[in-house]
């Protein structure tokens, strides 16, 4: 069942042709998950508790006590200036307590996958550091939408634009050399993205990161996203979560080509159809109406994390 999402057209054609090179690299240690990037274990409970019903403030701060690198961020942040009230906190329950369940659930996600886009090589970990960037915006903005969608949860829309191109990490580190030809990293996503990857490695970062996220117990949310984020259309499961992050991800792109979001059109997003289908028509001409202030807060939150996680 797996294997038939690397296989493209007739499995007979594709075993007669020349084999890909890239595509075989990709695919030669398919089942030995230590051959890809590995999410930490913290960060899957984390996902997996944002993704179920709502938290206490006890579990998360048990789950946060376990790593001191979660410890320490968490302080971090919750002493920054955004957060901090009239004293500093030491207390990770109380830290937790000043920064919201909620908030704190995408903190700790972010951290425990940034340890995923680590890599001793210059080049590849400054394209993990660029994946890892428009990741954390996806995420902020899926969260930030998903309060206008009454079927998503902000904690699973935030880890689902987290890790939406997940694959794409995968690409970068286990075809260095050859990476660019096949993912830009341009920002400029459009219909040709998938058929380009699969020409190029053979195989697409949507499918390998399926992959990666059922090797890793992610939740069913969270790996449906990575697979369908650039066909929205296939989705019968997930159909309202994965239409947000493909129209978040297009919001994201644009802000990041353009530096700016004032011009974009969510009418000309090649998923607003998707998309709309999750609420009212109202409800669709408020969040437009919002999407600017949505982006602008988006940015500083982002900037926040990367500092704390620095």
Request: include cysteine; charged fraction near 25%.
């Amino acid at each position: 069942m797996i294997l038939s999402l690397f296989t493209k057209g007739n499995p007979r054609s594709a075993a007669v042709a020349e084999p890909n090179p890239r595509r075989l690299r990709l695919l030669a240690d398919l089942e030995r998950i230590e051959s890809y990037p590995t999410l930490s274990e913290t960060a899957v409970q984390v996902a997996t508790l944002l993704a179920g019903s709502e938290p206490s403030i006890a579990e998360v701060s048990s789950i946060v006590r376990r790593d001191t690198v979660l410890t320490a961020t968490i302080l971090r942040m919750a002493n920054t200036w955004t957060y901090r009230g009239n004293r500093e906190v030491e207390d990770v329950q109380q830290a937790v307590l000043r920064l919201g369940l909620q908030e704190s659930g995408r903190v700790l996600t972010a951290v425990g996958m940034r340890r995923a886009y680590s890599h001793p090589s210059p080049r590849v970990q400054e394209r993990c550091d660029a994946l890892f960037r428009h990741g954390l915006l996806v995420a902020r903005l899926s969260a930030g939408a998903a309060r206008h969608v009454r079927a998503v949860q902000p904690g699973v829309a935030f880890t689902a634009g987290l890790l939406h191109d997940i694959g794409r990490l995968v690409l970068a580190v286990k075809c260095p050399e050859e990476v660019d030809a096949g993912d830009p990293l341009d920002y400029a996503e459009g219909r040709d993205t998938i058929p380009r990857e699969r020409e190029w490695f053979g195989v697409d970062h949507c499918a390998i990161g399926y992959q990666l996220g059922l090797r890793n117990s992610l939740p069913e949310g969270v790996v449906r996203v990575v697979l369908n984020h650039h066909r929205p259309h296939d989705e019968q499961l997930q159909p309202d979560l994965v239409a947000l992050v493909a129209a978040m991800d297009d919001v994201a792109n644009y802000a990041h080509r353009e530096r700016r979001i004032s011009g974009y059109r969510l009418a000309a997003c090649p998923f607003r159809d998707e998309f709309a289908q999750a609420m009212s028509s109202a409800g669709l001409a408020r969040f437009e109406q919002q999407l600017p202030a949505l982006v602008v807060q988006a940015v500083k939150d982002v900037r926040a994390m990367l500092k704390a996680l620095a």
